[in-house]
């Protein structure tokens, strides 16, 4: 296996973030010490359904 074959996948709280951009991962990692895996995954899902990262946290803040 070449070393470029490598690839490092991004994660937060054991969830694979891989699908964000990579703004969107830096965002999911600053945020990861002030939300539950449950709250993570949720933001994930929103997202890749077309929730831009702002509105997927409101979501899920509000749903606390």
């Known amino acids: ?22 703004r969107q991962q830096g965002a999911m990692k600053r945020h990861a010490k002030h939300h539950s895996k449950a709250e993570i995954n949720k933001m994930l899902s929103l997202i890749k359904r077309g929730k831009t990262f702002l509105e997927s946290h409101k979501i899920v803040v509000k749903q606390r």
């Open 1 to 22: 296996m070449a070393k470029q074959d490598i690839k490092f996948m991004a994660k937060v709280k054991g969830i694979n973030i891989d699908s964000l951009n990579k």
